[in-house]
């Protein structure tokens, strides 16, 4: 079975601080997708990585996959409240495999 | 726009009883999915469809059912409804199927089972 764990589970920080949300397995996946859910809300997908060691930049959002191809990061310079949410990693191989999610709250 | 919506929204029903979740996308996409989402367990694949008459049992299918009688529905239904089964169910569609493009997800349907 192919599990993702997401670190760290809770995360709560004060706007213009720095973060990073961990994603780690013993599996390979073919590429790594990375869900914001908001409350009352699906998730929703921000960036999908795929080869190992690729960084993609979404604003303030860096997303990096792990050189196997089994981990990724997510770190989010200057965080604001409108970044609050439920951030899910997600592996692709034949169906997706989502980790349990980090849940964010940043302060204002 | 193409959208994917669910309903109902909310339910409450009680134990024993037939539930049925609706799932609609207009994105014309062959491959459907419902999930579950519980607390310390993220979210959990059910049953998907890669087209019409074709569905398949995902991790957590005990329970559940659904049909594909077109592209655009994929109804979900809880045969006895037990008090394991409230959760948040959500539908999701897909426009390829063995790739890594993104699924949609519906807004979800949150289902208590008394």
């Known amino acids: 079975t192919q599990l993702l764990e997401q670190s760290p589970q809770f995360l709560s920080i004060q706007e213009g601080e720095n973060l990073t949300v961990y994603c780690n397995s013993s599996?390979?996946?073919?590429?790594l997708q990375w869900y914001r859910q908001e409350p009352g809300e699906g998730p929703v997908l921000l960036v999908t990585?795929?080869?190992?060691?690729e960084v993609k930049k979404l604003k303030r959002l860096t997303f990096q996959f792990g050189d196997a191809r089994k981990d990724s990061s997510l770190h989010i310079t200057a965080a604001q409240p409108g970044d609050t949410g439920l951030y899910l990693c997600a592996g692709v191989s034949r169906r997706l495999v989502f980790g349990k999610g980090t849940k964010l709250t940043v302060n204002p | 726009d193409a959208e994917i919506t669910q309903s109902p929204r909310h339910k409450i029903t009680e134990t024993g009883r037939q539930v049925t979740l609706a799932c609609h996308q207009t994105?014309?996409?062959?491959?459907m999915f419902w999930y579950r989402q519980d607390l310390g367990h993220g979210l959990r694949l059910i049953h998907y469809s890669y087209g019409v008459q074709d569905t398949n049992k995902g991790e957590v299918s005990d329970g559940y059912s659904v049909s594909r009688s077109n592209t655009e529905d994929l109804p979900l239904t809880l045969e006895s409804a037990a008090s394991s089964q409230t959760s948040v169910y959500f539908c999701?569609?897909?426009?390829?199927?063995?790739?890594?493009?993104?699924?949609?997800f519906g807004p979800g349907t949150r289902l208590t089972v008394l």
């Open positions: 994105w014309n996409h062959n491959n």
């Open positions: 990585v795929v080869t190992g060691g």
């Open positions: 999701a569609s897909k426009r390829d199927r063995d790739s890594g493009h993104e699924q949609f």
């Open positions: 599996s390979v996946f073919s590429s």
